[in-house]
């Protein structure tokens, strides 16, 4: 039993406290901390009537280093969890040094002023942790986190050799709304407009965005366009896996969806770039993120399911295999369970899984560390029982270009 520290009130950070309350034989004391304590606070509320376990609440503004780190002094935690916005991760790495606490996020670091991320700024850390004895863990997430581990589970089980591997990430929900993301609108929206980007010949390909699509069968959802991007999964799997001839990745787009994307990016909406506006300064995107529906209020008008798998190719026992692991996740049943939709539930429910590994010592280590470089199978067992359960399907072929 251990004492957790959850930072970020989003949808996420509400999934990750419900299922880490549900599970205290693990978890014997939650805090969570965001720079609006109310949003924690109503948090903590839906959780003493889901589970009937009280959570702890504070205010921080995680930018700030030395408050972060009073926090963490005070709380005592042996886990921080780092569910806040990927521009903070570097600022939090830094307080959980400083205090001496082990350290886990769910997305890898980006610069406010340029749509970029890699993990060249974590890996970074790599001696200071390791210097420290304290464990620092990348990516517990879906996309990157769970399609790590199905890879490293394919390569356990499955496959002598993986020559492709696809990720393939399919919404299939629906709010009945014109124009909505289903998390923090400023990271989805550069995400989305960002160039595509995939490994193939020992070299990245890279291409407009959105240029490349076809058409799939996803199981519970039906024939969707998913079209070719980079994610930030597609980094770590090269380094990691460096015998794999090419990494794709695959995400779903409604019509409806894209067109409101190229009017929003055509009249400058998406833009990161700093404008005066009436004699101030402000950030298109910010502004279209203030408009846009609050991701944690989708959860009741969410209807269908997710589809998030991996198809890899390579060998068994001498003989060519294709090999599907995916995850079909509903909606409506995770905000029975939650309070929150399927998109924050499938990023949330990893991420208490991966604090369950290093907070009971399934998973340790010194340094920093990403999915892949560890043992699938307890953090797969975990998923079987915690509302992410998982099927092995055999392909007659792999996913055509």
Known sequence: MSRVLVIGAGGVGSVAVHKMAMNKDI???????????????????SVKQRT????????????DVAATTALIQSVKPALVVNLALPYQDLAIMDAC?????????????????EAKFEYSWQWAY?????????????????????????????????????????????????????????????????????????????????????????????????????????????????KFYPEIKRIRFWMTFGDSYLKHLEVL????MTSIEPMMFQGREI???????ALLPEPSSLGPLTKGKT???????????GKARTVYVKNICDHEEAYAETGNQAVSYTTGVPAMIGAAMLLTGKWSGAGVFNMEQLDPDPFMDMLNTQGLPWTVEDLDAPLAF
């Open 126 to 238: 790599q001696e200071r942790f390791k210097e420290a004895g304290l464990m620092a863990l990348l990516g517990s997430g879906f996309d990157p986190g769970v399609t790590s581990v199905f890879t490293t589970y394919t390569k356990k089980h499955l496959l002598d050799r993986i020559d492709t591997l696809d990720i393939l990430d399919c919404n299939g929900g629906d709010t009945g709304l014109p124009f909505a993301t289903n998390f923090n609108p400023e990271i989805n929206l550069r995400e989305v407009t960002a160039p595509s980007r995939h490994w193939e010949n020992s070299q990245w390909v890279e291409g407009p965005a959105l240029s490349h699509k076809q058409v799939f069968d996803f199981e519970g959802v039906g024939p969707k366009n998913m079209y070719l991007m980079y994610h930030e999964e597609l980094e770590s799997l090269v």
């Open 265 to 268: 990016g055509n009249v400058g």
């Open 97 to 113: 040094l400083a205090a001496g606490v082990n350290y886990l996020d769910t997305a890898n670091y980006e610069p406010r002023d």
């Open 307 to 317: 589809n998030i798998g991996t198809i890899a190719t390579g060998e068994k026992d």
């Open 27 to 45: 978890f014997s004391h939650i805090t969570l901390a965001s720079r609006t304590k109310s949003k924690c606070d109503a948090i903590a509320e």
């Open 52 to 63: 009937g376990v009280t959570i702890d609440t504070a205010a921080i503004d995680a930018d």
């Open 283 to 289: 950030i298109p995107m910010e502004l279209l993120k």
